[in-house]
Structures are given as C-alpha cells and as structure tokens.
C-alpha cells in the first residue's frame, strides 16, 4: 500500500496499525514531514513495515501495489493528470486508488454553504496558488468537484470511477484500472 502525499505520515502509521499483515510507503516531496513520518512510525511500533521516501507523486518509485491513498493532496499538486497516470501505473493489475479530497458540488450553487465559502477561501490563498506555482500548474483547487476529478482520472488512464461514500468535508472516490 502507497500513501501519496503523506506529510507527517498520520494516515500510513493509523492503517499500518490497522492492518498488521501489510507493509506501507508513505511519499510526500517535504523531507521534513518525511523525517517526521518515519519518527512517528518508530514510536507508533510500526517502522518494520513501514517506510517513507521523499517522491514527487509523478515520480512514485515501485510497481505492484494493491491500493495507493491519497488524502486532500491531489487537489494541491501542479499536475494531477500526471501524479495519478503514475499512480495507476503504480498499481497492481486489480489495484485500487483511494481518493479522499474537499467535499465540493459540480456547479457554484451547490457549495454556496458554510463548508464550501471555508473551502473557497482556502483554496484561493493556499491550495490554488500551490498548485499554479508548480509544473503544469492546473489549480484544482479546493473546489474540484466529483465531475472533475473523475475526469483527471479518466483522463491519467483508470476505466472505473465511482464516489464510495462522502462526509460532510469529504467525498471518497474509487478509482480503478
């Protein structure tokens, strides 16, 4: 299992907790966040089936994984077409992409609500200009929406995209090859 984006490693060392017959890779391009990643893995119990690296999603090393996750990252990242072609690269034949991003509605009106004004400004000072200032530079941002991502999905190569389940901030999409 691949965890995409993983700043301080949270999510890899929970599932690794989870799962204790799986082995876990957390990626992000902060080394900072990766040296605390694997600190927290250490003391969480969990580093022999763990490992993190700093890797550019487009650039994620090794091939054959079951699931890879990415939590509120592909949103942020200059070319999301690119990170998720490798992603399902990346992936074992009958892998699975996970996909945890801002909850937001397709069209304006639907995210005219305390949730979707908070997303709007974070995206417009935070998440957007992050992702203009990489390569590509496409700027999602925050406000994606179902019909986009499914469609950088499409578009980065996975036949099968469906929402799994949604939350109030959420919406958890399945992406498969």
């Given at each position: 299992m691949a965890?995409?984006?993983?700043g301080f490693g949270a999510s890899t060392v929970i599932m690794a907790q989870s799962f204790g017959l799986s082995t876990f890779a957390g990626f992000d391009l902060h080394e900072r966040s990766i040296e605390a990643a694997r600190?927290?893995?250490?003391?969480a119990g969990v580093h022999e089936r763990t490992r993190f690296d700093v890797a550019a999603a487009k650039d994620l090393p090794c091939e054959g994984y079951d699931l890879v996750c990415m939590f509120d990252a592909l949103h942020d990242m200059g070319d999301p077409v690119g990170a998720a072609r490798r992603i399902r690269q990346a992936l074992a034949?009958?892998?699975?992409l996970l996909l945890v991003e801002p909850f937001a509605g397709d069209a304006l009106e639907q995210n005219l609500n305390p949730v979707g004004r908070t997303y709007y400004g974070l995206s417009t000072v935070i998440c957007t200009p992050g992702s203009l200032a990489q390569e590509v530079g496409l700027g999602l941002g925050a406000q994606?929406?179902?019909?986009?991502?499914?469609?950088?999905?499409?578009e980065a190569g996975f036949s099968?995209?469906?929402r799994a389940t949604e939350t109030p901030?959420?919406?958890?999409?399945e992406a498969r090859p």
């Open positions: 965890d995409v984006g993983c600190k927290a893995a250490a003391e034949p009958d892998g699975t994606a929406g179902e019909r986009q991502l499914a469609a950088v999905l499409r099968r995209v469906r901030f959420n919406i958890i999409l």
